[in-house]
């Protein structure tokens, strides 16, 4: 193989590491953003419960009072109805205790139907602090994280800095050119040849071209996909094993998730 395509195996490894740690600082702020989010609507939902059951017993209060209000009306009537001297005294005064009655029962019931609904309220508040706690919880967790993780990248990044400038003055100018003209333009500036196709691309390599990629008599060549012009290496392993650590890091470059 090419001696500065060897390095640039190595090289991409490196700017691939590079891109995968410079991402992570807006992948973990995005993952504490949606614990924090997923916190406010927990708090969000324990807060209107426990607004909801005030506004109960507000209510219940206030049906009391009317209640009451009503009792008072209905004793102030009974007492005029005894003292009632005519028919119509009597109709009148039976008119309004029978009103204030009602109000009475119509209060009296929905008084129920509001102590019903703060039971189903307040039992449900267990359950949605239970779930504020976790949100919390999650919260601090991928924040710690994310601290960690921050701090272990630019670690990463400053060793994988002066590895990358060590790596780069080793390598031809006109070689290393290539290669960052490619790399600006379309991510990478080099793909490994597999099973007569450019991996990156997934364009065939005319037969002819792959016999040279895999030959032993070109190994000090550099070929280039003729579909997107990167540079193309073969990793000899394929047809003879032996050991190439700078090739199993490019793969692992390659393949790095995110968090």
């Not at 195996?9 to 504490?32: C, G, N, T």
């Not at 019903?116 to 924040?143: D, F, Y």
């Not at 996909?225 to 047809?239: A, K, P, Q, T, V």
Request: proline share 2%; aromatic share 4%.
């Amino acid at each position: 193989m090419n001696v500065d395509v060897e390095k640039l195996v190595v090289l991409q490894a490196i700017d691939l590491e590079v891109v995968h740690f410079r991402a992570q600082p807006a992948i973990f702020a995005k993952s504490v953003s949606e614990a924090k989010q997923r916190l406010s609507v927990a708090q969000s939902a324990v807060d209107a419960n426990a607004a909801d059951v005030a506004k109960e017993e507000a209510l219940r209060r206030r049906q009391e009072s009317d209640a009451g209000d009503h009792r008072t009306k209905v004793a102030k009537l009974s007492k005029q109805l005894d003292a009632a001297t005519s028919t119509a005294q009597v109709n009148a005064l039976e008119h309004e205790l029978s009103f204030a009655r009602e109000a009475i029962a119509k209060l009296e019931d929905e008084e129920l139907a509001s102590m019903e609904r703060t039971e189903a309220l307040e039992a449900a508040q267990p359950r949605l602090q239970q779930a504020l706690e976790a949100a919390k919880s999650i919260l601090a967790e991928r924040e710690a994280l994310a601290a960690e993780g921050v701090a272990r990248g630019e670690r990463e990044l400053a060793a994988l800095g002066k590895e990358r400038t060590e790596v780069r003055a080793g390598i031809g100018e006109d070689t290393l050119s290539s290669y960052d003209r490619l790399s600006k333009s379309r991510g990478t500036g080099l793909a490994e040849a597999v099973d007569g196709q450019c991996s990156a691309c997934r364009m065939k390599v005319r037969p002819q071209r792959w016999a040279e990629i895999t030959g032993r008599e070109h190994e000090s060549e550099l070929f280039t996909c003729e579909s997107c012009g990167r540079i193309l290496f073969y990793d000899l392993r394929r047809d003879r094993p032996a050991a190439w650590p700078e090739g199993d890091r490019l793969r692992r470059a390659v393949t790095l998730g995110t968090i």
